[in-house]
């Protein structure tokens, strides 16, 4: 059961007190106005999910009471069912032409009135939860630099969401067509974008992948994870693709920047790697004059004890010269 609090706009008291003794028995909150400023006024005080709009004797006709509510503050949203006398009324048509949801006519029968209050009032409810997954998908996308998009492949037809368009920042004409998509695309990536596409529908991948970059002038290069997803017929033939741009140029900056780093990283590596090289050379050069020189040294050495030997010799011979 769809509970709600109406807003019965008439000036027929027996018209307003049987919609409202009829309503009141399935538990809606009933507020009830005499013309479109009392009804106005009621709407800024409270919230209303439904208007009973009966425009007889009022003033206004059926349409200048829908166009009227329609642009009233806190009304803009609200569904209006129009109260008639004849379901065959031209002002009915036109009522509903310019956005009234559905109608009742007099004499009212309580389960008719119902089931048509519930339909007005369901479609209004799923209505706003639409709007509010939209809003909801907008700020997830926003959060998360994505954005969706949809190839009707049968009409060739290319759909961009606004979170999308905000993304590659379109100043001009949307892409309509996969074609004119790939014309935004960097030189470089169409034909990697054009091969996953065309994989993908040949049923080769199960989703359609590929990393592009799109040229801006205003922002430096940009680049995006494209993916899409393929729905085929009963026969298997691709219908359409529905997918997602997700922007990954911080991404790829940051892969960038440690590709810069592996790549000094490595140079650096390089440079100790011959510096210690040169070390080692130098190293083995200073062991070889160490070598050399304890060689000498022990040379010297030998060299000095010859000379004290022969200098003792030489001693000894002088002294025993003396004595004789």
């Known amino acids: 059961m769809n509970i709600a609090r109406t807003l019965i706009v008439s000036t027929a008291d027996s018209s307003a007190s049987l919609l409202e003794m009829i309503l009141k028995q399935v538990g809606h909150d009933v507020l009830i106005a005499t013309d479109a400023a009392q009804a106005t006024q009621s709407a800024s005080q409270t919230r209303i999910d439904l208007l009973l709009v009966e425009p007889r ?7 200048e009471m829908v166009n009227r509510f329609q642009t009233a503050p806190g009304l803009e949203e609200t569904p209006v069912i129009v109260v008639t006398q004849s379901d065959r009324d031209d002002e009915l048509e036109k009522a ?8 009742l006519c007099a004499p009212f029968s309580p389960s008719v009135v119902m089931a048509r209050v519930n339909a ?7 209505r706003q939860e639409m709007l509010i997954a939209r809003q909801r998908y907008h700020v997830a996308a926003r959060a998360a630099e994505c954005g969706l998009w949809e190839w009707d492949i049968v009409h060739d037809r290319l759909y961009l969401t ?12 949307l892409p309509g067509t996969f074609e004119a998509l790939l014309e935004m695309i960097h030189p470089q990536d169409r034909q990697l974008l054009r091969n996953a596409a065309r994989e993908h529908l040949g049923g080769y991948t199960d989703l359609l992948d590929s990393e592009l970059r799109i040229p801006s002038s205003a922002e430096p290069e940009r680049w995006f994870l494209c993916r899409g997803q393929a729905f085929r017929s009963a026969t298997g033939w691709a219908e359409r693709v529905v997918g997602a741009f997700v922007d990954i140029s911080a991404r790829k900056s940051m892969e960038n920047a440690l590709r810069d780093s592996l790549r000094e990283l490595a140079t650096a590596k390089a440079s100790i790697e011959q510096q210690a090289r040169q070390l080692t050379q130098q190293n083995d050069l200073l062991h070889e004059v160490r070598v050399e020189l304890e060689r000498k040294s022990i040379q010297l050495e030998l060299h000095n004890r010859e000379l004290q030997q022969a200098a003792l010799a030489q001693g000894t011979s002088n002294e025993a010269g003396r004595d004789a």
């Open 57 to 63: 004797r009022s003033g206004l006709s059926a349409v």
């Open 162 to 173: 606004k979170p999308l368009q905000e993304m590659l920042m379109l100043g001009g004409p």
């Open 96 to 103: 509903l032409a310019a956005g009234a949801d559905d109608y």
């Open 120 to 126: 007005v009032l369901r479609t209004s409810r799923a």
